[in-house]
């Protein structure tokens, strides 16, 4: 059994930077584990996924890509994302995820994940 509790979020400014934080409890050393976000009324989409600290093989969005970085902590068994240059499109709630089994390849698929946090909010001010 996999729990996940995310941190970090906040309220900022156009251009400044966050590091959300992901603590689990359960073996998630080895599964594919990713960044998702959501705003009221629109469909859930995913931002950021890792495979193992070991690999480190990664995946962005492409609205996100070249400011995110995604990284794992076997050792204190977290997951992480540095999120730069913040924009006002970057505002949601934003869950962090862990699928079943050896990852094969990163994703962004949220139906691909089992595990989710209840959620940390980011909201950045023009």
């Known amino acids: 059994q996999v729990q996940l509790e995310e941190s970090g979020g906040g309220s900022v400014q156009v251009g400044e930077s966050l590091r959300l934080s992901c603590v689990g409890a359960g073996d998630t050393h080895r599964s594919c584990m990713g960044w998702f976000r959501q705003v009221p009324g629109k469909e859930r989409e995913g931002v950021a996924s890792i495979d193992s600290e070991e690999v480190g093989r990664t995946k962005y969005a492409d609205s996100v890509k070249g400011r995110f970085t995604i990284a794992k902590d076997n050792a204190e068994n977290a997951l992480y994302l540095e999120m730069r240059n913040l924009r006002p499109e970057d505002t949601a709630l934003y869950y962090c995820?862990?699928?079943?089994?050896?990852?094969?390849?990163?994703?962004?698929?949220?139906?691909?994940?089992?595990?989710w946090g209840q959620g940390t909010q980011v909201t950045v001010s023009s």
């Open positions: 995820a862990a699928k079943p089994g050896i990852c094969w390849r990163p994703s962004l698929v949220d139906s691909d994940y089992q595990y």
